[in-house]
């Protein structure tokens, strides 16, 4: 009796409405201010995948096991995966989450790569190091945190993988990614990383995080430079795609 009382009075004096569709979300389904209805609604990538981008294939790509977009690019990341497409309720958690400063979303997402990861059995255990793809150090202070840090922070340690943060380093401050086309997004982020100890990279297999891949020319490059570094093999692995 008195405990119903007290969750009916926290219902009225601290109502949470949820961040997407507004509407109040009630005290047991309570997470991170977003409702269980929304975060159901965000649809993962299905299998087929494309072997090199991660996105689900369609039935016309199935012969190639690669997507159109795929076809003819050429990645230094031997394959990546990506949970779903950056659309509708992804595309605005990941909105409010980086550029919002709503921080508290990383739990929420991030259970969706984990989710993803398990149901889909990537070889995380074969992955000697998961690596954030970095922020510049402009960008960082702009923002107080990098959003792919974060979020691979929450994975390694669900999964009991070595998080190694600081070893990618961006050393330019770019335009963002998302104002260019496609082209100018390759030419863009063109010696943007470099490794600062290639002795703790060489001989190991990578799998980068990211919240987003798009063209796949961010996720390229930095695994240009680690493979250059002479890691064995880098994977990656994004929230969206």
């Not at 494309?50 to 795929?70: I, S, V």
């Not at 400063?101 to 259970?111: D, H, M, Q, R, Y």
């Not at 974060?150 to 770019?174: D, M, P, W």
């Amino acid at each position: 009796m008195i405990n119903s009382l007290v969750r009916s009075l926290k219902e009225i004096l601290y109502p949470r409405n949820c961040l997407l569709c507004r509407e109040r979300i009630p005290l047991d389904d309570q997470k991170d201010l977003v409702c269980l209805k929304c975060l159901k609604e965000i649809s993962p990538h299905l299998p087929p995948f494309c072997r090199k981008c991660g996105r689900g294939l369609a039935q016309e790509d199935t012969a190639q096991h690669t997507c159109g977009e795929c076809l003819n690019a050429r990645f230094y990341f031997e394959r990546a995966w990506a949970v779903c497409p950056y659309k509708k309720n992804a595309r605005e958690l990941i909105h409010q989450f980086k550029y919002k400063n709503k921080i508290f979303l990383a739990k929420p997402l991030s259970e969706l790569m984990i989710d993803f990861i398990r149901h889909y059995h990537l070889p995380l255990n074969h992955c000697d190091y998961l690596i954030p793809i970095p922020l510049s150090p402009a960008k960082l202070r702009e923002r107080e945190f990098n959003q792919a840090e974060v979020l691979a922070k929450e994975i390694a340690g669900h999964f009991g993988i070595q998080l190694l943060s600081n070893n990618l380093k961006r050393v330019r401050n770019t335009p963002a990614q998302a104002d260019l086309d496609k082209e100018s997004r390759w030419k863009n982020i063109s010696g943007a990383f470099r490794i600062t100890n290639p002795e703790t990279i060489k001989g190991k297999t990578i799998l980068l995080v990211d919240d987003v891949l798009t063209t796949g020319a961010t996720a390229s490059e930095a695994s240009r430079v680690l493979k250059n570094a002479r890691a064995s093999a880098v994977y990656v692995f994004t929230l969206a795609s």
